[in-house]
């Protein structure tokens, strides 16, 4: 009451009863100005409260519309608001510091709210999309996840491996978005988690999960929740989160505004110049992920990759960032790398070479084999290079090639791979090929690593139900000139690029698909 009080006494010039009409209009149309909107609605009401209950000289009712326009409120975020909620939600120290995961592991609202507030920053999907993402398989019962969450058990593999759970399913069913699925020829629901938060993602995911089937009141409800309001938001999460959406509920619709728009927004407020290239939102969740010092040196930090994202700026860092962060495993963007930096991107300390040798405990015979097959795979990734040297491309060419590549653009024919030529802006030249799995120019992904898993399986359990030499011999033939280098290749990237932990998670991954 203190700032209405103090308003009234600074702007009024006789009793408020003896006002006419005109002049509470123009004191309204200073209370739109100089109170928040919730001292406002309490201003408001004091006029009618005024006119119930003793004969005053005004006679019209004024009512606080919302001061957000449909357009206001759907448009996208201002940069500041987006980084900041990011950073809440992802900053691996700030979620250590507040404890997040554990709160999660003991309250379903704060795990819904937060899944749902973080998905918003990883896809551009709908709320009704959202809730198509489905439910995820659980490595444990539901009371354990949690346990192992709230003791600090729960392995990144897991997480990983729930996270794997919806993606091969949408992956497999080719789930189309809500709004257009009537329309034929639409392509897919798009759901893919940069490298970095995988784990985080995951996690959620398995937390939501475990709550979920505990909780006997769901019903048919889907496992997304669409928690948009200020005062549920501030009641489960907390104030310092809460307060974002204080003036204005949570919008779907303008994060995904936000998410999609990003460089688009900068061009403006820091950039001062168009770029013909852009980055993925689901970029600056994985900055935020790793980022360790506060949230205003994020601010700066951000600000410092997306100025890199200028033609004229593109830098191998960045450029190689984002290959990891897009599940990257062909050789021939580190190739291209390697050309760009003049061979710095591959240089390992000879310690480093030791520990990597004795990590691979193999024998002579094995070491051999698997020598063979990385031979092959970066032979045929040299046949591919061969179109960059005859198009004589500069190294800012290379880095463009390499950022398309990272950033997604290089479509191909399926989902799960992406192209070279298509990197480079040329048509693929094989129109009768239906997929692109042992092309020159094909770009494996983590998604190709999880198809040839699953063709592997189907195509060995082919090749004990058939009885003649023939067909044992055509289906070996694929298994060991077609799947197994392309496997090798991927696994041998996966190491070079994303490290032991990662590649010991897909590991375990593999082991359970094959079983």
């Not at 489905?134 to 709230?150: A, D, F, I, N």
């Not at 994060?255 to 900068?266: D, F, G, P």
């Not at 200028?310 to 990891?324: D, G, I, N, Y």
């Not at 051999?368 to 500069?394: G, H, M």
């Amino acid at each position: 009451m203190f700032y209405v009080q103090d308003f009234l006494a600074f702007y009024l010039k006789r009793d408020l009863f003896l006002c006419n009409d005109n002049e509470i209009e123009l004191l309204v149309e200073e209370a739109v100005y100089a109170l928040e909107k919730q001292k406002g609605e309490v201003f408001i009401d004091f006029l009618k409260w005024l006119m119930n209950k003793m004969r005053c000289n005004y006679h019209k009712r004024y009512e606080f519309t919302p001061r957000y326009t449909l357009e206001q409120e759907t448009n996208a975020y201002e940069l500041d608001e987006y980084l900041e909620l990011l950073y809440f939600l992802f900053n691996d120290n700030y979620i250590r510091k507040e404890d997040m995961l554990y709160k999660a592991a003991i309250s379903k609202d704060y795990a819904d709210t937060w899944l749902f507030l973080a998905l918003h920053f990883i896809c551009a999907l709908r709320g009704t999309d959202l809730e198509q993402l489905g439910h995820p398989q659980l490595p444990r019962t539901p009371k354990e996840v949690l346990k192992s969450v709230r003791s600090g058990n729960w392995s990144s593999s897991e997480a990983r491996r729930t996270l794997l759970s919806i993606t091969t399913r949408l992956t497999y069913l080719n789930i189309t978005p809500n709004k257009t699925k009537r329309t034929k020829n639409i392509s897919q629901i798009k759901f893919q988690v940069p490298e970095s938060c995988q784990v985080l993602i995951g996690t959620l995911l398995a937390i939501c999960e475990a709550h979920y089937q505990l909780n006997k009141d769901n019903n048919d409800e889907p496992l997304i929740r669409q928690i948009k309001e200020y005062k549920r938001i501030n009641r489960y999460m907390g104030k310092e989160i809460g307060d974002l959406f204080l003036e204005r509920n949570f919008s779907s619709r303008s994060a995904n505004k936000s998410y999609l728009q990003t460089v688009a927004m900068l061009a403006d407020d820091v950039l001062q110049e168009k770029s013909e290239l852009n980055i993925k939102g689901y970029f600056l969740a994985a900055l935020a992920r790793s980022h360790k010092g506060s949230f205003d040196e994020f601010a700066q930090t951000t600000t410092t990759y997306l100025k890199d994202a200028q033609l004229s700026q593109l830098k191998p860092e960045m450029v190689a960032r984002e290959l990891f962060e897009r599940g990257v495993l062909s050789m021939i963007p580190s190739m291209i790398l390697t050309i760009v930096t003049r061979g710095k991107y591959k240089e390992l300390s000879p310690s480093q070479q030791t520990q990597m040798i004795k990590q691979l405990d193999l024998t002579p015979n094995e070491i051999e084999k698997t020598l063979a097959l990385s031979i092959q795979a970066e032979v045929k990734s040299q046949k591919a290079l061969k179109i960059l040297v005859e198009e004589e491309a500069e190294p800012n060419q290379l880095l463009t090639i390499c950022h398309r590549i990272g950033n997604g653009e290089a479509f191909s024919k399926q989902g799960e791979s992406m192209c070279l030529l298509s990197a480079l802006g040329k048509i693929c030249p094989y129109d009768d090929r239906q997929h692109c799995i042992g092309c020159h120019y094909e770009l494996q992904t983590k998604s190709t690593l999880l198809l040839l898993v699953g063709e592997f399986n189907r195509l060995n359990k082919q090749y004990s139900r058939v009885r003649t030499d023939l067909e044992k011999g055509k289906i070996r033939s694929i298994l060991e000139e077609q799947i197994k280098p392309c496997l090798t290749e991927m696994l041998q990237a996966l190491c070079e690029q994303y490290g032991d932990d990662v590649l010991h998670d897909y590991e375990e991954i593999i082991k359970e698909l094959i079983n």
